[in-house]
T-cell receptor
Framework: DGGITQSPKYLFRKEGQNVTLSCEQNLNHDAMYWYRQDPGQGLRLIYYSQIVNDFQKGDIAEGYSVSREKKESFPLTVTSAQKNPTAFYLC???????????FGQGTRLTVV | QQQVKQSPQSLIVQKGGISIINCAYENTAFDYFPWYQQFPGKGPALLIAIRPDVSEKKEGRFTISFNKSAKQFSLHIMDSQPGDSATYFCAASMRETSGSRLTFGEGTQLTVNP
C-alpha cells in the first residue's frame, strides 16, 4: 500500500530532551512537510522540503530541526529549545505545486 | 504572514440538513484551494479542491463555491449525515520560489445529529 508512515504514534519526552519523529513515504513524492496541530487551531507549518538535501523554514520553525537525506524520509527533531512541544505532529507529502497533499496518521508528543 | 480565515469554529446540523463552512483569504496569488476532512486521532484527508478559474465544483454531496472578487470560498455539504461529523479545514497554496506550501484555516468542528 502506498502512503505515509509516521512513527511512533505516541511519544513522551522529558523536559530537556531532544526527540525525533519519523516520517517515511513510498509515494515517490518530491515534496514533504511537517505541521503542528494544537487543539482549536489549524495546522501550522514547521518545515518543508521540495527536494532532497534542501528544506525551508515554515511559520513556526524555532525549536525544531529536519533533514532530507533521502527522498522517502523527512525526520523531525523536536529540540529542548522548543518550550511548548506538546502537540499533534503531522507529516505530509505531495507530488508538486498545487497538488493533493497526503497526510500521515500523526504522532502525539507529550512532555512529562 | 499569509492567512486563511475560517468560520464558524463549530457547527451543529441535523441529519439531512445543509452544512456551510466559509473561508476568506488575503493573498491574491493563491491558486489552489483544497478542503480537508479530519477525524479524531487521524491525519487530514483531501475532500475536494478548486482552482480560481472556476466558480463552483461539485463532487457528490460536497460543493465548493468560489468568489474570486470577494476572496472567499465555501464548502457546502448537502444532506448531511452523522458520518460527516469531523473537523473540516480549508487551505490555500501558491507557487513560491521555494516551492509551494499549504496555509490552513483554523478548522470547523462539524456535528451532525441523527
Amino acid at each position: 500500500d502506498g502512503g505515509i508512515t509516521q512513527s511512533p504514534k505516541y511519544l513522551f519526552r522529558k523536559e530537556g530532551q531532544n526527540v525525533t519523529l519519523s516520517c517515511e513515504q513510498n509515494l515517490n513524492h518530491d515534496a514533504m512537510y511537517w505541521y503542528r496541530q494544537d487543539p482549536g487551531q489549524g495546522l501550522r507549518l514547521i518545515y518543508y522540503s521540495q527536494i532532497v538535501n534542501d528544506f525551508q523554514k515554515g511559520d513556526i520553525a524555532e525549536g525544531y530541526s529536519v533533514s532530507r537525506e533521502k527522498k522517502e524520509s523527512f525526520p523531525l527533531t523536536v529540540t529542548s529549545a522548543q518550550k511548548n512541544p506538546t502537540a499533534f505532529y503531522l507529516c505530509a507529502s505531495s507530488s508538486g505545486v498545487g497538488t493533493e497533499a497526503f497526510f500521515g496518521q500523526g504522532t502525539r508528543l507529550t512532555v512529562v | 504572514q499569509q492567512q486563511v480565515k475560517q468560520s464558524p469554529q463549530s457547527l451543529i446540523v441535523q441529519k439531512g440538513g445543509i452544512s456551510i463552512i466559509n473561508c476568506a483569504y488575503e493573498n491574491t496569488a493563491f491558486d489552489y484551494f483544497p478542503w480537508y476532512q479530519q477525524f479524531p486521532g487521524k491525519g487530514p484527508a483531501l475532500l475536494i479542491a478548486i482552482r480560481p478559474d472556476v466558480s463552483e465544483k461539485k463532487e457528490g454531496r460536497f460543493t465548493i463555491s468560489f468568489n474570486k472578487s470577494a476572496k472567499q470560498f465555501s464548502l457546502h455539504i448537502m444532506d448531511s449525515q452523522p458520518g460527516d461529523s469531523a473537523t473540516y479545514f480549508c487551505a490555500a497554496s501558491m507557487r513560491e520560489t521555494s516551492g509551494s506550501r499549504l496555509t490552513f484555516g483554523e478548522g470547523t468542528q462539524l456535528t451532525v445529529n441523527p
